[in-house]
Structure formats: C-alpha cells, structure tokens
C-alpha cells in the first residue's frame, strides 16, 4: 500500500493547490511585478520604473489618510461589532432571570424574537444598507434628523455625512449595525454548545451575571471570538469598507478625505486616474496591513485550548 | 487531540510532512502557472483591422461593406434610443454589415480589459461615473484621429465638411495637444444658474445681473421661507458650473485659462478672490439651504425642485435628470452668473457651455471607419432633432431646434446662448485634470468654503497648493490651452 501513498496525496491536492496557486498566490504576485512598473491600466504596453511608485506613496499625503482610517476601521469596527455581538448573544441565551418552571440557564424575555431581529440585517446585501443609511442621514429630510425634530430638537441638525468630523463615525456606525447579527447568531451557536453544568455550577456559587460572562463565558468562546475577529478586521480593510465609503461618502471619500480607506484609494487610482501601477504599490501597503493585523490579533489572542 | 499525529513512526507521511510537502507542491506549481495564465495587462496580439471599402460619395469614410461594427454606449441620462435610432440608419446604409450595439453604464469595467487586449469595439461613448481616463488614452495612443471624419461631407449637404457644421468649441474640446482630433463630444451643455422663472415672478424679481442683486433676491425669498441657493453638497464640483464663468466675467477669460495651464499664482488673482468672497456671503447670509453640504445631486435637485430653494448651479441635463420631480408649472429657466458690477470685464451673459458625451474611436479597432461613419450619421440634422427632441438637450450640431418643440429649459438655454454671443467660456480643468478639479478642489475646497468651515482665503491657499502639486506632478499628462 505504501507505494500508492503518494500519489493518492497529491492527487487530491494538486488540484486545490493549483487552483489557489492559480486565482489566489499568482494575482498576488502579477500585482507586486505591476507596482514596480508604470502600467496605466488602459494600455497593454508599460515599462519598469524601480521603486518610483513606492518613494511616491510615501510622500502622499491622501495615501497616509487612507492608511490611517483603514487601520482604525481595523481596530475599531471589530472592537465595537464584537463586544456588542457578545453581549447580545450573552443577554439572549444566558442572561435571562430564573422563571418559575423553567430551565435554569436561560435568555432573556423574548429572545427567541431578538435572535431573529439581529439577523435581519444580513439579509440585505451591504450596497442596500449603505443606500438606506444614505437617505437616513440625509440632513434635509432623512429619517435621523426628522426624528430629531420631531422630538424637539431643532437646534440639533448635524450634516452627518456631510460633516468631515463626524462622517467617517457615521459610516462605521453601518458596517456595525449591518455585520453585528451575524456575530449575535455565531456566538450564540457557541454558547449553545457550553455545558449548562457550568453555568449552574457558577450560580450555585453566586456568581452574579458579570462574571459568569468573564469567568465562564468569554474564556470558552475565545476560539470563536478570535477567529471572529480576523474575520472581521478583513471585512473591515476590505470588501465592506469599500462599498459604505464608495456608496455613502461625499466625493466620495470626503468630505475633504476625511473617510477615504485604502481600498476606495486604490479603486480610484486604478480606475479613475488610469493609474494601475500605483494603484497596485497601495494594494501592496494593504497586503502587508491585513498580514500584520491578523499576524497580531493571532498572537495577542493566543491561549491555552479549554477542553470541555 | 486528535489521533493523526500519533502514528508518525517512520513508515507513514505524518501531519507536519504532509503540510510541509504540499508547501512545496505550491511553491513549484507557482512559477510553472505563469505559462498557464496570461498575466493582467493581456500584450495579446491586437485584432485584425478590416479592410476599407469602396470610397464614394454615400461612403465618403470607405467603410467595409459587409464589416462588423461594435458601438458600446454609456447607458446615462440620456438613454439609449436616440443611438438605437441612428444604428438603425447605419444597418439601413450598409445591410450586409453586422452591428453589435450594447449600452451600459459600466463603461471601464466592460471595456477596461478590451483595450488592454487590443480588441476595443469600434466607437465607444466613454461617459459617466466609469469614465475612462482621457488623458490617458491620449497618452497611450489608444484613440483614432477623428481628423477624417471632420473632414468628411457632412450627411445633409456634400458640400458642407462634417466640422463645418459643428457648434463653437466642440472640435476645440477634442484636441489634446496639437491637430489630431481624439474625441467628439456629442452633446452641448449649457451651465449656468437653473431656476424656477415662476418662483421669481412670485417674488417680484427679475434675474439679477450683479451681485448686489443677487443678495437682494436672496434676501426677498429669505422672507418668504426660501432659501436663495443649494447645490450638490456631496459633490461639490457642481459649483463652478455657476462660479468659473463668474470668474471669467470678472476677471477675463484669460484667469480661467491660467487656471487651466496650472500656471503659478492662477487662483491668486483678485477676481478669484473676489468671486470666492461672494459666494462665502452667500453662506454667512444664511442663503444657503440648510443641510446642503450632506445632500448629494438628487436629492439637492428635488429640495430645489420643491421649492426649497431657489437657484441651483447645474447642467442642462438637470432637465431630464429631474423631469419626475420638477413640477410642470415650474418654468424651468437657466442664465449666466451674474457679475460683480459694472467694472467686470466681460458683459453679463458670459456663460459656461461645451460639449458632453464624449465618443471616441479607439486606435486599435477593427473597424474604425464604420465608428466614424456611425457619427457622422449621428451629426445629421434629422438625428440630432431626433436627439434634441427625445433628451431634452441639445447636439453638437449647429442648429436642428427649428421645428421641434423645445421644453422650457431647453428654450431658455437657447436663448442663454444667444445672449451670450461670442462670450462662450470653456473651462477644461474637469475633462483635463479630474481627480484635482472634483476631488481636491470641489469635494476638498470648495465645499468645505460654502459649508463654511474654511475662508476663502484658506480655500484659495489650499487650492493653489494643489495646483502647483499637480503641475509638478510627473505621474499626469499636463495640458495646455492652444
């Protein structure tokens, strides 16, 4: 048997390896040989220029903005999503008060409802919410400010989208409140799986709902709250950052750079400037920024496995 | 843990060796893709050019007869039926000819990869938010020289030059540097100030010609509950629609043109100065809408639309763009910025219109003579009445509005242009410079200025630093007027 070991190995891996190598690794690498050219993206024909793109990305102060609005999506958005998806999930399936006849270990009144309301958002592709949220924050006649006049508070109408203060506040506001449920139902599948025993054991102790939640919960989810948070960081450095600023933003990107991301800059420069060339020495800033986020969400998070 | 890594005794590919080699496998595999994949930017070989046909006086272009012609159309405010129409007369003019027409508002994405290949379709609409880079274009030699189509009889009268028969500006618009011709531009924009001539009446105004005026009738319909201006705050490069032929009123055509070559100081000159600090009262005044700076071009156009407010710097396409929420007694009506005063240095009707849609043969078509064939029939006057009549705009054809019904905005540009004579500006920051005029000066300046959270000193500061970046800028294409 041992002599056929092999070629049964590669085999089934060579075509998954190839594939990857093919649509994954290969772009990766067209995109590094790109940024050392001056291809505008509209002509066939470029020629090498050596580390040009590079010293200019460096001098660029629209790329400096970008990078440092992308690292703060990156720490930010998972932060905020995470933390309010765990207490959610928390508050639904464990969080609930005792009631007469009923399980120990329970949710909140209605949470079953709950479960299903925080999924809702999901269901809509990123590119309707950051539509729905465009015409929410509209200054003139958007739901947020009739609201706010409705209730009195005429004197407070800020241009939400509008303001380079606030906008880029505003635009992560709807990555959380679009992404949230999905983290909601992920823990809530992890919690489901933590022995009740556990809980039990901790209430018999009197622990109260604290820390159960820092002693007991937290520590067995950290697996899934870890991986959640790459997952969620790249979301937030890529696909999703771009489709809110592209759709929402003014410009966009504005109001005077004060929500442009990395990706967004390197679809304009790709796309808009006729620029490929530099718009792939950024893409290559963004690959070393998503390496260095998930290399150290990886190794702050690590922790010894709790088997249970 | 699992039970896999156990069995490493020496005989069986443990776990780590497994990882290990098919590490490997990739790496090797890598390299050897390389032959398997063409990489991004194509360097196929380019497609084969038809072969010209028999030069006469109904084929003055020499198109191949029975050659396939590829029109791609940008899928906008104007539709798609004023170019099915005039497809129609090209299948009508050579029936054994196949023509593929599409129309899409993804122009970049579609044709992006085709130009790189080298089998671009044969005349091209490259408009809209996917616009491709012209200056680029230009650049690469990725364009046909329209010199020949230009130069062509024109399609109503054979002894009249298809560039005889043009309006102002338009074969001008194409140029890049030097001769050649690379785009034609379909349309004619008129800009200028857009407003509701029944709105004025009801406040007992007449237009105002300077700007004391101005803030006079802007103070009257402050009473009355309206604001005197909004625009598209989100895309704040709608302002010079109104402010560049102010500009150029006050100061001469030749600030603009300064403006336009990135000369040093060009927005240092007083009449830049001037103009600025009359637009920021408009804010400080209070004359602005409320909430502007977050409305972007639709929804500015509606709150206008509905009486918000009562001037809008806009295009001639807000015509049709809006045609659902303009109401029909509305009287739509555009004029040319008013001046300052009397001392200005051009009269009042100086006002901003060029061409708009911008067709363009690419070089390497494979039928580049049936592209061009196709405009010159798009620039007789039965299509461009046909246009004019279906888009509410008007053609880069000089004339064709006898005889059709104009809508009021399309009358009251005609008129605006009449007015305006000989005093026709036309700025080219936005086709020549794009990121600069929209993003750096309009979404980074100039919206920030009439948002009032900068002076127009700053802005003028902060706008100059920009120009003089992008003059120094090796990575564009740089540009000057003729």
């Given amino acids: 048997m041992q002599h056929g070991k092999y070629r049964f190995i590669v085999g089934f891996l060579a075509v998954p390896l190839g594939l990857y190598a093919l649509f994954v690794i290969w772009p990766f690498i067209q995109s590094i040989y790109y940024s050392f050219t001056d291809w505008t993206g509209l002509s066939p024909e470029y020629k090498m220029v050596g580390f040009d793109n590079y010293s200019r990305m460096l001098d660029d102060d629209i790329f400096w903005k970008s990078l440092q609005h992308s690292v703060m999506f990156a720490l930010l958005v998972p932060l905020v999503t995470l933390s309010l998806a765990l207490f959610f999930a928390f508050m639904i399936n464990v969080g609930g008060r005792r009631r007469r006849g009923g399980p120990a270990i329970t949710g909140v009144r209605g ?31 958007g739901a947020i400010n009739s609201l706010l006049r409705g209730i009195g508070l005429d004197s407070l109408q800020p241009l939400w989208l509008g303001d380079p203060n606030i906008a880029l506040w505003c635009v992560m506001a709807v990555l959380v409140w679009s992404t949230v449920g999905f983290f909601v139902v992920l823990f809530s599948a992890g919690m489901a799986s933590i022995p009740a025993e556990l809980y039990e054991a901790a209430l018999l102790d009197g622990a109260d709902r604290a820390t159960t939640f820092f002693k007991v919960t937290l520590p067995l989810l950290w697996d899934t709250v870890q991986s959640g948070w790459v997952y969620m960081g790249i979301l937030a450095l890529g696909a999703e950052s771009f489709a809110v600023v592209q759709i929402m933003t003014t410009g966009p990107g504005g109001p005077d ?52 | 843990m699992g039970s896999t890594s156990a069995e490493n005794n020496g005989t069986g590919v443990g776990r780590r060796d497994l990882i290990k080699r098919s590490a490997a496998l990739g790496l090797v595999s890598v390299p050897a893709m390389g032959f398997l994949s063409a990489c991004a930017s194509g360097g196929g070989d380019d497609q084969k050019k038809a072969e010209a046909g028999e030069k006469s006086a109904k084929n003055p272009l020499a198109v191949n007869e029975s050659a396939k012609m590829e029109f791609v159309l940008f899928d906008g405010g104007f539709g798609k039926e004023y170019a099915e129409d005039a497809v129609k007369l090209y299948e009508k003019a050579f029936p054994k000819a196949e023509v593929k027409f599409s129309a899409t508002q993804k122009i970049q994405s579609t044709l992006q990869p085709r130009f790189n290949g080298g089998n671009p379709p044969d005349l091209v609409d490259n408009s809209g938010a996917e616009q491709m880079d012209m200056g680029v274009l230009v650049g ?54 857009w407003y509701s001539q029944k709105a004025l009446d009801s406040l007992d105004a007449e237009y105002p010609k300077t700007w004391d005026e101005m803030l006079a009738v802007c103070a009257k319909a402050k009473k009355k509950g309206m604001a005197g201006w909004t625009y598209a705050g989100k895309y704040p490069y709608y302002i010079p629609f109104s402010m560049s032929p102010m500009i150029a009123k006050v100061g001469g055509v030749e600030v603009l043109n300064a403006i336009d070559n990135l000369e040093p100081n060009a927005w240092k000159h007083p009449a830049v100065k001037t103009v600025f600090e009359a637009w920021y009262e408009l804010f400080k005044k209070g004359y602005v809408l409320k909430g502007t700076p977050g409305l972007d071009h639709i929804q500015s156009q509606t709150a206008w639309a509905k009486g918000d407010a009562l001037f809008i710097p806009n295009g001639s396409w807000v015509e049709n763009e809006s045609a659902k929420v303009i109401p029909a007694d509305f009287d739509l009506a555009v ?24 067709f363009i043969v690419p070089a390497k078509a494979a039928n580049g003579s049936g592209g061009m064939e196709q405009l010159r029939i798009m620039l007789s006057e039965a299509s461009s009445k046909n246009f004019t009549s279906k888009v509410k705009s008007l053609s880069a054809y000089n004339g064709g509005t006898d005889g059709i019904e104009l809508t009021p905005g399309l009358k009251s540009g005609v008129a605006a242009l009449e007015l305006a004579g000989d005093n026709v500006v036309n700025p080219r920051m936005q086709d020549w410079y794009v990121q600069l005029q929209k993003e750096k000066i309009g979404v980074g300046c100039l919206g920030e200025m009439m948002a009032g959270r900068m002076t127009p000193a700053e802005t003028i500061k902060k706008i100059q630093g920009y120009a003089d970046e992008a003059a120094k800028d090796s990575s564009i294409k740089h540009y000057k007027h003729q």
């Fill in chain 1, 257 to 308: 750079y004060s929500t442009t991301v990395m990706v967004l800059y390197v679809y304009q420069k790709a796309f808009r400037d006729g620029q490929a060339a530099y718009a792939t020495t950024i893409g290559v800033a963004l690959l070393l920024v998503t390496l260095a986020f998930a290399a150290v969400v990886m190794r702050l998070g690590r922790r010894e496995r709790l088997e249970y």
């Fill in chain 1, 111 to 141: 949470s079953g409802f709950y479960k299903i309301v925080y999924f809702f958002p999901q269901v809509l592709s990123i590119a309707i919410v950051a539509l729905l949220f465009q015409f929410a924050y509209n200054p003139d006649s």
């Fill in chain 2, 140 to 193: 690469k030699k990725q364009l046909a020289d329209l010199t020949p189509l230009l130069d062509a009889p024109s399609y109503d009268d054979p002894n009249k030059k298809v560039r005889d028969t043009l309006r102002p500006g338009i074969v001008e618009m194409g140029q890049f540097d030097g001769d050649p011709v690379w785009i034609l531009y379909y349309a004619y924009t008129v800009y200028g100030n």
């Fill in chain 2, 335 to 358: 004029s040319a910025p008013p001046g300052i005063d009397d001392s200005d240095k051009m009269p009042f009707g100086t006002m901003w219109a060029s061409g708009g849609e911008p």
